[in-house]
Structures are given as C-alpha cells and as structure tokens.
Nanobody, 125 residues
Framework: QVQLVESGGGLVQAGGSLRLSCVAS????????MGWFRQAPGKEREFVTA????????HYADSVKGRFTISRDNAKNTVYLQMNSLKPEDTAVYYC??????????????????WGQGTQVTVSS
C-alpha cells in the first residue's frame, strides 16, 4: 500500500512558476513509476507527465512540454513537478499517481494503482 500526499499548489499569475511535491509513504517507492495528472472543472482527468522508477525516463503532454519538468528523489520518497511559464489553461487540480511494475510511466489513468488527494493550481490572467 502506498499513500501519496501532494503539496505546493496555489494561486499564481500567468507567466509565474510553482513547484508541486508528492510525498509517498509505504514501501518500495523506488519501484514505482510516477505520474502527474490534472483535472479542470467539467473536464476529464488528463495526463501531464510521468517518470520511470529510476528517473532516467520522462515524458510529457504536448501542452506542457518545455514548461514543466518532472523529477524524483527516491531517497526522500518524493516526486516533483516544476511548472514554469504558467498559463490560465493550466488551472486544475493536480494529482500524483503511482504505477507498479517495470513501467516508464503510463499516460493512462487506469494503469495507476495509487492516487493522491490532489492540490489546486489556479493561474490568473
């Protein structure tokens, strides 16, 4: 069992930056691929980015490529999402998720086994 807790959300002006953190409790964090997803009001949850268990492989949604960076520190059981050049359309609840198995990090919500409670990010224009 893995528990995930996100933090770092808030209100920021367009063009600003935020850094989200997701701390995992439980066993074998380093064996999980990790992903960040987001959900805006009235929309489906969508993939943002994912990172492999080792951190060697990352991939991003086209909408955030070049602006967002995912990283992880397995010694701290933490995955990060650095968000730069934020836009109003980035406004959403951001969720981290953990995927068991030898994965590079899926783009699909149903392949993740554990989810955090989410943290709100609001970007004003």
């Amino acid at each position: 069992q893995v528990q995930l807790v996100e933090s770092g959300g808030g209100l920021v002006q367009a063009g600003g930056s935020l850094r989200l953190s997701c701390v995992a409790s439980g066993r074998a964090f380093s064996s999980y691929a990790m992903g960040w997803f987001r959900q805006a009001p009235g929309k489906e949850r969508e993939f943002v980015t994912a990172i492999s268990w080792s951190g060697a492989s990352t991939h991003y949604a086209d909408s955030v490529k070049g602006r967002f960076t995912i990283s992880r520190d397995n010694a701290k059981n933490t995955v990060y999402l650095q968000m730069n050049s934020l836009k109003p359309e980035d406004t959403a609840v951001y969720y981290c998720a953990a995927e068991r198995g030898p994965s590079l990090g899926s783009r699909f919500t149903h392949e993740y086994d554990y989810w955090g409670q989410g943290t709100q990010v609001t970007v004003s224009s």
